[in-house]
């Protein structure tokens, strides 16, 4: 069964630190995985993309990283602010149909403390 | 900023009205989506759409009915709101890049509520 499972549910760091979230797989055939980040009443918007041949990838303060053998990628916020509270979520994609599903987690709540 | 468009933000309606959710996109994209959300929840598809007067059931089961009679154009409506529909609902649409795969764009979502 194709799923998406990420760590922590939710995490409360203070302003100015650092912090990884945790996301692994199981859909297969891969396409790509990306990281969401949703606001409270807001939709997700795409932070990284990442395909089967990259290892890492950064978005100023956010570096994804994947490791498509043990199928597993982690988000990296360097620095935090305020602003970074949010649900950052997990997405991979398939590529066994036209449709290119897609495959959700259940995010990581996070909470930035100042 | 993605070209997806969700109306209205926020509805509270009383049970048994019928309601018609709004949702557009500008780039033309043929695959278009409907997600259900709970609070602190993840995103279930419940439906989608492949093009023009295509439309199918996602995984989770819903009373709402969708259409898709222009590309642009994909509204859900319920005939008769419940409490238990009460939740957020987002809309997104989708492009496949040959080297990036599908890429998902969402709508800000409707706050639903059912009094």
């Known amino acids: 069964k194709n799923q998406v499972e990420q760590s922590p549910q939710s995490l409360i760091i203070l302003e100015g630190k650092n912090c990884t979230l945790q996301c692994n797989y199981t859909v297969s055939p891969f396409s790509n995985l990306r990281w969401y980040k949703q606001d409270t009443g807001r939709g997700p918007v795409s932070l990284t993309i990442m395909t089967f041949s990259e290892n890492t990838k950064s978005n100023g303060r956010y570096t994804a990283t994947l490791d498509a053998d043990t199928k597993q990628s982690s988000l990296h916020i360097t620095a935090s602010q305020l602003s970074d509270s949010a649900s950052y979520i997990c997405v991979v994609s398939d590529r066994g149909s036209t449709l290119g599903r897609l495959y959700f987690g259940r995010g990581t709540q996070l909470t930035v403390w100042p | 900023e993605a070209d997806i468009y969700q109306t209205p933000r926020y509805l509270v309606i009383g049970t048994g009205k019928k309601i018609t959710l709004e949702c557009s996109q500008t780039m033309g994209h043929d695959k278009m989506y409907w997600y259900q959300q709970d609070p602190g929840m993840e995103l279930h598809l419940i439906h989608y759409?492949?093009?023009?007067?295509?439309?199918e059931k996602g995984d989770l089961s819903s009373e709402s009915t969708v259409s898709r009679i222009r590309t642009e154009h994909f509204p859900l409506t319920l005939e008769s709101a419940r409490p238990s529909h009460t939740s957020q609902y987002l809309c997104?649409?989708?492009?496949?890049?040959?080297?990036?795969?599908?890429?998902?764009?969402f709508g800000q979502g409707t706050r639903l509520t059912v009094v």
């Open positions: 997104a649409s989708s492009e496949y890049n040959t080297l990036l795969g599908t890429e998902a764009f």
């Open positions: 759409s492949y093009g023009v007067n295509s439309t």
